[in-house]
């Protein structure tokens, strides 16, 4: 007879591994029951859309999960993909007529594994026709604040960091958050290009004791800064609204009428922990055509791989979208503040098998 498994080294499925997880897929299941009210409140409808699709998204530096469709004779298949975000197929039916709509998805990214990745996992995404990017701001609040409610907490702590969702959230600008917490003039060095000259950037970063990396793009030094300097200290206190990204780095997102330079885009912190994502949609379909197809040359260039255009989506574009606004949140992410997890495994009934 084999040894008995150590309580760290108990699968999943064990029942004492199960037992210690329940309190927090408990709180997660309240978490969920509170988020579906706040959008019948606020009179969303509830879809639900493939997970297999023509193209999984254009993001470059996403991997996805491939697979094939086979139908009754040996010549009837196709190449589709699991996909990274319901987006596509929800701003279809934005075209088709819905003016609010909201999901919870089971989405997959290859090679994400972590803390708080995992392969397959759960987002949150809503769309309001007609409807500013900010006011998604407005929606983010009732949802923090009605799941912490339901996991009985008025605070959230993850990573030795503390947040109050029911204080007034702090609003900082890219550019404001890059002055404040790496000391750089982040607009000194961007000329509104999708692929603007590193030079600035990178003597920037030399300075700030950040090492620049062979073949750095102005977006890589961006990324690098932020994940550095920037991050940990977002959602400190409140939760942070990072708001007004350099418009190369919002791929789906409207440039801002008051700077064209800058995108109607804005992400969610708090404890340090990214939850969402929001834009003021891009409509335009030459413009986004445009847009996915230097997005995938990138791929190519970086990973020898491109994902194809979903042509069903840029034709509802073409036949017209309305002004919209949308968003996506990691519902793990929000499950584990409000349960108090600290991981992503602990608020999964199971992980992806052999993970």
């Known amino acids: ?68 469709l086979r139908g ?38 290859n090679g994400e594994r972590s803390g708080t990745h995992a392969p397959e996992f759960s987002m949150l995404e809503w769309y309001r026709a007609g409807e500013g990017y900010r006011t998604l701001i407005d929606d983010c609040r009732e949802l923090l604040c009605a799941g912490a409610e339901a996991g009985g907490r008025r605070s959230f702590s993850f990573r030795g960091m503390t947040c109050d969702p029911f204080a007034p959230w702090r609003i900082l600008t890219v550019p404001e958050a890059f002055h404040e917490y790496a000391g750089i003039d982040l607009m000194a060095t961007y000329d509104g290009s999708h692929d603007p000259d590193p030079g600035a ?48 780095m919002a791929a789906l997102s409207r440039p801002k009428p008051e700077d064209p330079r800058l995108a109607e885009r804005f992400e969610l912190y708090a404890c340090g922990l990214e939850l969402a994502n929001a834009f ?48 996506a949140m990691g519902f793990d992410r929000l499950a584990m503040l409000c349960s108090g997890a600290e991981s992503i495994e602990q608020v999964l009934w199971l992980p992806v098998a052999g993970v």
Request: glycine share 6%; aromatic share 8%; charged share 25%.
């Open 1 to 68: 007879m084999s040894a008995p498994l150590r309580s760290a080294e108990l699968p999943p499925w064990h029942p004492e591994a199960l037992a210690r997880r329940r309190p927090y897929l408990a709180a997660r299941g309240r978490v969920l029951n509170a988020v579906r009210r706040v959008f019948e409140a606020l009179a969303f409808i509830e879809v639900d859309t493939p997970a297999l699709q023509v193209s999984p998204g254009m993001e470059p530096h996403l991997q996805a999960f491939a697979t094939e």
């Open 72 to 109: 009754p004779h040996p010549d009837d298949s196709r190449p589709l993909y699991l996909h990274t975000s319901p987006e596509f197929a929800m701003k279809k039916l934005l075209v088709a007529g819905l003016p609010r709509l909201w999901q919870l998805a089971h989405v997959y990214r």
């Open 201 to 248: 950037l990178t003597a920037e970063a030399a300075r700030i004791g950040i090492a620049p990396h062979h073949g750095d793009r102005w977006e890589d030094i961006v990324f690098r800064i932020m994940f550095d300097r920037i991050e940990p200290h977002l959602g400190e206190g409140v939760p942070c609204v990072l708001t007004d990204y350099p418009l190369c």
């Open 280 to 327: 003021g949609e891009l409509t335009d379909p030459a413009v986004q055509r445009a847009r996915f197809e230097a997005d995938m040359a990138l791929k190519e260039r970086l990973y020898g791989e491109r994902f194809p255009v979903d042509e069903d989506f840029l034709a509802a574009l073409e036949h017209g979208m309305p002004q919209s606004s949308g968003i």
